[in-house]
């Protein structure tokens, strides 16, 4: 009886301690600065789009959430497709090479990002990839590739041996079997590789502070950092910026919760 | 990805040997493998070794340079970089002071708590899975996001914590503005970033524990706390150094969340290694940010291995 008192007294607590920060921000993002701090609790007078009006327009969040959907919207597939194949071929090949490819590959995840970024900017730098999108979605697949390799790669080494063998003996060239049985039986750990690389890679910050120069450039991140320094204490204006920054990530959790869940947990487990 | 001419030229060595050792295994395997095959991981093997291998390995070349990053010129100057940053930098050692004092703090109070969460989720009714896609949320959130929601928590004159606490009548703190508690309040926000995360790893795996055992333990008369320990710890220990090593790593790395909550740069009492290494790489002092970034590798490795050593034993022990 007192045991299930305090675990309902703990759960409801914390629940609260989660519900009650986001609805701040949410209302919050709908008031004037004078509102919030008068009533942080209270409903918005009106639902007047001011806020994410000037952050849009003025503050260039507007272009900045387009490089965030090019950005991630290439960095994922791309991510996906070199881990499949690299995934696909450690599946198939046999004793010392299949090894080596795989530890190669996966040895990066033990490579902090913070490790090797002066050395990154330099060879960006010659390479012509600093301050552009193509940099960016670049060292977003290379930083993401070995998770992902790892996550694939383990995945299609447990697919039966024999559908393989089987579509060879139809004649099948290692691309056919790749495209036409590995990829389509991979689907579940695509599925959740993806989702775990989309909050990845929507998220990334250290990439962006690093490499962006020009505003119109940033991602939202960036984009939503550099108005720390802007706005201080303007929390409406941050508050909506925080709420269109997560937007894409808040509707897909909202429709796809489990496979969230199976995804970032997957990246943490194995990561 | 035609990014650099050089490594197709690379590529061909190991294609070779790819080819010679393909040669052996055919004799012993039925189904031989076609070398094709070998085409198929290039892509991003080359990607990680021009792009993640060759850098981490030029790390730690700058890291015994004075290079600024820009000059042509630079001199090899040994190992001074990290006798400087172990003896005449004070701003490196309390970075690395409150790193490691950090990834303490969220390490032991993240995985406690995940833990809790998860031992009153495990069963899957309609209101824990409610509960537990609410815990896990915040985890799919930016940090700048997240950062700038605790920022107005804690801010002293308008924010959050200090209205709830006015409507009761007592006074609220500096938080972040008081430089002897601003880490403690950081890593609440941390663990309250990524609990639900490492919930969910827990939930895993006390949801594999067959449940006959309690009912085995229940008929002996063992109270629920010795159940916990000879059933339950057993069980989650593996999951525990799944949390303990992940919540490390994660929480070595909360640079973006102390740029969001402290600015850019962070003052004194919130700098960690990875904005302390970016500060100084801002300030074009490559080389010994390329030390300094060595030191941080080195810093998470060591601690991961001596959390292995003592988990290892932590189960054994009763």
């Known amino acids: 009886m007192l045991a299930s008192v305090s675990r309902r007294a703990i759960l409801a607590i914390y629940a609260v301690i989660i519900i009650v920060p986001l609805t701040v921000v949410a209302f919050g993002s709908f008031k004037s600065t004078q509102e919030l701090f008068a009533g942080p609790f209270s409903l918005p007078h009106s639902l007047s789009p001011d806020n994410f009006a000037e952050v849009v327009g003025g503050q260039n969040l507007g272009s900045s959430f387009m490089n965030s959907v090019i950005v991630t919207g290439i960095s994922v597939p791309l991510t996906l497709f070199l881990a499949s194949l690299a995934g696909y071929a450690v599946s198939r090949l046999k004793g010392f090479m299949s090894w080596a490819i795989f530890g190669f590959l996966v040895l990066g995840m033990a490579i902090p990002a913070q490790a090797n970024m002066v050395p990154l900017y330099v060879l960006f730098g010659r390479l012509g990839l600093l301050d552009n999108l193509a940099g960016l979605i670049l060292a977003n697949v290379v930083s993401t590739l070995p998770i992902a390799v790892f996550i694939l790669g383990g995945f299609m080494r447990t697919l039966p041996k024999e559908l393989y063998e089987a579509s060879s003996i139809d004649g099948s060239g290692p691309w056919k079997t790749y495209s036409s049985i590995a990829l389509p039986l991979s689907a579940p750990s695509i599925a959740a590789a993806a989702i775990f690389l989309f909050v990845i890679h929507w998220n990334e910050l250290l990439y962006p502070l690093l490499f962006i120069q020009t505003p119109g450039n940033r991602t939202l991140p960036l984009a939503l950092l550099s108005f720390q320094g802007e706005f201080q204490t303007n929390y409406p204006l941050l508050f909506a910026g925080v709420i269109l920054a997560s937007l894409p990530v808040v509707v897909a959790y909202v429709f796809l919760q489990r496979y969230f869940v199976a995804g970032i947990t997957a990246g943490a487990s194995k990561g | ?318």
């Open chain 2, 1 to 318: 990805m035609s990014i650099h001419p050089g490594t197709a030229a690379k590529r061909k060595a190991p294609e070779n040997q790819a080819a010679a050792s393909a040669a052996k295994v055919r004799r012993r395997s039925p189904t031989r493998v076609n070398p094709a095959l070998y085409l198929f991981p290039l892509p991003a093997v080359a990607v990680v070794a021009f792009f993640l291998v060759m850098p981490t390995l030029q790390a730690f070349q700058y890291a015994i340079t004075d290079w600024n990053g820009f000059s042509a010129a630079f001199n090899y100057v040994g190992l001074d970089n990290f006798v400087r940053a172990f003896t005449k930098d004070s701003l490196f050692t309390n970075a690395l002071t409150n790193n490691l004092k950090f990834v303490l703090l969220v390490v032991i109070a993240q995985t406690i708590f995940s833990l809790i969460l998860a031992l009153l989720l495990t069963k899957n009714s309609r209101g824990s899975i409610l509960l537990r896609a609410l815990f896990f949320f915040p985890t799919i959130l930016s940090s700048v996001s997240v950062a700038f929601i605790w920022k107005f928590i804690y801010d002293p004159n308008f924010g959050l914590a200090n209205s709830v606490l006015r409507t009761v009548g007592v006074d609220g703190g500096a938080y972040l503005g008081n430089d002897a508690q601003a880490l403690y309040w950081v890593a609440i926000t941390q663990v309250w970033f990524h609990s639900g995360q490492m919930m969910v790893v827990y939930i895993a795996g006390l949801q594999a524990i067959p449940r006959e055992l309690y009912e085995a333990a229940e008929m002996d008369g063992a109270n629920k706390w010795q159940q916990f320990k000879s059933i339950t710890w057993p069980f989650v220990a593996p999951a525990t150094s799944i949390v303990v090593a992940y919540t490390t790593v994660q929480s070595f790395k909360a640079f973006d969340l102390i740029l969001g909550i402290a600015g850019n740069p962070p003052k004194a009492a919130l700098d960690i290694l990875s904005t302390r290494i970016y500060s100084t790489f801002a300030n074009s002092e490559f080389g010994y940010a390329a030390a300094q970034s060595i030191i941080f590798m080195a810093m998470i490795a060591l601690v991961t291995w001596l959390q292995r050593r003592l988990l290892r034993l932590t189960p054994k022990g009763d």
